[in-house]
């Protein structure tokens, strides 16, 4: 997606560890009219899919879902992080290495909002190692519910999650994929 990526060169900054930082438009300050174009190209790319829920993670994944929620008219649900493990038997639960924080989480999903009727469209803002999205994956499979596939802003190709979720047979689409960055240079893969 050509506006994205022109946006991630003008704007994103390069941390230590592999940390695009994107704060000033998506996770942190939100160019809404920008996220109104990327929830566009998800409908656009999903469009023959019969979703029926968005699932994201929170924090960073949740504007982004619900915005794209607006092109498909369904309802957003989000994965919570927590540290106290509720086991009465009406939360999905898993857990989840954060990129980010370098911790792992225990992250739970109400079983009321998500069943085998559903067909479920994964949304997060970053794919790195993974782990996020293999995360919801394992609740969709504990559900029952169809995965249609996944949708993610920017995906860091140089890292492991992109094969790891194409080589299950994941339909996975990725409005920017970065082949390589550093302080001072950033490519795109076609
Ligand atoms: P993964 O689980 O794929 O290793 O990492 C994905 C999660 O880590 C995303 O939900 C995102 O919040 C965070 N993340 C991974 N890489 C980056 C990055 O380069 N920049 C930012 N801002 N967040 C990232």
Redesign the pocket.
């Known amino acids: 997606m050509q506006l994205l990526k022109e946006r991630i060169l003008k704007d994103g900054t390069v941390k230590p560890g ?6 000033s438009f998506l ?1 942190h300050q939100m160019d809404i009219s920008l996220i109104n174009e990327i929830g566009k190209e998800f409908k656009s790319r999903f469009s023959e899919c019969p979703i029926t829920k968005i699932l994201t ?1 929170e924090a ?2 949740i504007g982004i879902a619900c915005i794209t929620a607006q092109y498909f008219n369904v309802p957003v649900i989000f994965a919570k992080k927590t540290q106290s493990l509720n086991l009465d038997g009406d939360m999905y639960t898993t857990k ?5 924080h370098k911790k792992v989480y225990d992250v739970i999903l109400s079983k009321k909002f998500l069943g085998p009727d559903d067909h479920v469209l994964l949304i ?11 995360g919801l994956i394992d609740i969709v499979r504990e559900s029952g519910a169809t995965l249609e596939g996944a949708g993610i802003v ?1 995906e ?1 190709g140089f ?1 492991e ?1 992109g094969d790891r979720i194409r080589n299950m047979g994941i339909r996975l689409e990725s409005l920017a994929i970065i082949d390589s960055m550093s302080d001072d240079s950033l490519t795109f893969r076609d």
Not at 124 to 134: E, P
Request: proline share 0%; net charge negative.
């Open positions: 592999n940390v695009l930082k994107v704060d996770n993670i960073s994944g989840v290495q954060s990129f980010t997060d803002d970053f794919l790195a190692n993974g782990c996020a999205l293999l920017i860091k890292q999650g």
